[in-house]
């Protein structure tokens, strides 16, 4: 049983040590949190989707945007498409689950805002039909997936692929680097 945990403790550092040391990576970060940031200061918001322990990052990254991270500020517009449970069943009872995350982007996604979409595979259908919708609407997109990238790797602006391929490594570091962008914004917009 030790043997079991410092194997995992050791997959989830090794994860994290890549991302560190990947350049490229980094700098799509640090990107996807200047386009959040730019946003916020043209009063915008920043709109998360993902499904299971994607959608529980979702709104966990869009709690600490809309309510403070390490310091009383302001509160951003920042809401993970799936907290309306009325409208998600709704929608997915009339028009199909794949097409619930888009129609929420349809009637609240404007010119400039982003759109945060978390699928450790980058192939969630509904993810990947709120990206293509986000789009069409002049929004930024940014994905958060795994080492493939899956179809989001080529839709998204900013396309951030963990660098493993199992699925809580990729989420652990999934979180991490929201809560990046969490202290990043909450820095460039408050001081």
Same mark, same amino acid.
């Given at each position: 049983?030790?043997?079991?945990?410092?194997?995992?403790?050791?997959?989830?550092?090794?994860?994290?040590? !890549?991302?560190?040391?990947?350049?490229? @990576?980094?700098? =799509?970060?640090?990107? +996807?949190?200047?386009?959040?940031?730019? +946003?916020?200061? =043209?009063?915008?918001?920043?709109? &998360?989707?993902?499904?299971? %322990?994607?959608?529980?990052?979702?709104?966990?990254?869009? +709690?600490?945007?809309? %309510?403070?991270f390490y310091?009383?500020?302001?509160?951003?517009?920042?809401?993970?498409?799936?907290?309306?449970?009325?409208?998600?069943?709704?929608?997915?009872?009339? $028009?199909? $689950?794949?097409?619930?995350?888009? !129609?929420?982007?349809?009637?609240? %996604?404007?010119p400039g805002?982003?759109?945060?979409?978390?699928?450790?595979?980058?192939?969630?259908?509904?993810?990947?039909? +709120?990206?293509?919708?986000? !789009?069409?609407?002049?929004? $930024?997109?940014?994905?958060?997936?795994?080492?493939?990238?899956?179809?989001?790797?080529?839709?998204?602006?900013?396309?951030?692929?963990?660098?493993?391929?199992?699925?809580? !490594?990729?989420?652990?570091?999934?979180?991490?680097?929201?809560?990046?962008?969490?202290?990043?914004?909450?820095?460039? @917009? &408050?001081?």
């Amino acid at each position: 049983m030790r043997q079991f945990i410092f194997d995992a403790l050791q997959q989830s550092i090794q994860t994290k040590q !890549r991302i560190l040391h990947d350049e490229m @990576l980094c700098t =799509q970060i640090e990107h +996807a949190a200047q386009m959040m940031c730019a +946003a916020f200061r =043209q009063k915008g918001k920043v709109l &998360f989707c993902g499904n299971g %322990g994607s959608a529980a990052d979702a709104q966990h990254i869009a +709690a600490e945007l809309s %309510g403070r991270f390490y310091k009383d500020r302001p509160p951003l517009f920042a809401e993970a498409l799936h907290v309306n449970t009325s409208f998600l069943t709704a929608v997915a009872n009339d $028009y199909g $689950y794949d097409e619930a995350f888009a !129609r929420a982007i349809a009637a609240m %996604g404007r010119p400039g805002d982003v759109l945060v979409g978390i699928s450790t595979s980058g192939n969630s259908p509904n993810v990947i039909k +709120a990206i293509e919708k986000a !789009r069409q609407q002049d929004m $930024y997109t940014i994905g958060l997936t795994g080492q493939q990238g899956g179809a989001m790797r080529h839709l998204c602006h900013h396309c951030i692929l963990v660098p493993h391929h199992d699925t809580p !490594r990729i989420q652990e570091a999934h979180i991490t680097i929201g809560h990046i962008w969490c202290a990043w914004i909450e820095k460039e @917009l &408050f001081g």
